[in-house]
C-alpha cells in the first residue's frame, strides 16, 4: 500500500507541475494561462502542494522504519549485502534454504 501511495503521490506531483508549466513561459511548452478556469488553477495548485508534502511525509515514514531498532540489521543487509549469522538462523530455517554452489534450484527441481 505504502507504495501505491507513492506512485499516485509522485504522479500526481508530475502532472499537476506539467500543468502548471503552461502557465509560465518556457522553451518546452508554449503559454496559455487560460487553458482552465480559476478554480481549477487553485485546486492543481493545491494537489501539487499536498503531493509535495506528502511526498516528503512518506519519505519521512520510510527513513523511519529502516532505522528501527528491531529492523536495523535488515537495514545493514540491503546496504551492505551480507546478513548476520545469527539473524540468520533466528529468522529462516536452514532446512529450507540451502546454499549450494554447485547446482541451482532449477536443476534439482528438473532431475
Known sequence: MYH?????????AMLTGIFM???VRTGILPRNPYLFGDMTWGLMYVLHGL????LIALVMV???FAVRPE???ITK???FGTLDREHYLEHHDPSRWV???ST????????
Open 4 to 12: 501505491g501511495v507513492i506512485v499516485l503521490a509522485g504522479l500526481s
Open 21 to 23: 508549466m503552461f502557465r
Open 51 to 54: 503531493a509535495g508534502v506528502g
Open 62 to 64: 520510510h527513513i523511519y
Open 71 to 73: 529492523k536495523l540489521v
Open 77 to 79: 543487509s540491503m546496504i
Open 99 to 101: 546454499v549450494d554452489g
Open 104 to 111: 541451482s534450484h532449477k536443476a534439482k527441481a528438473a532431475s
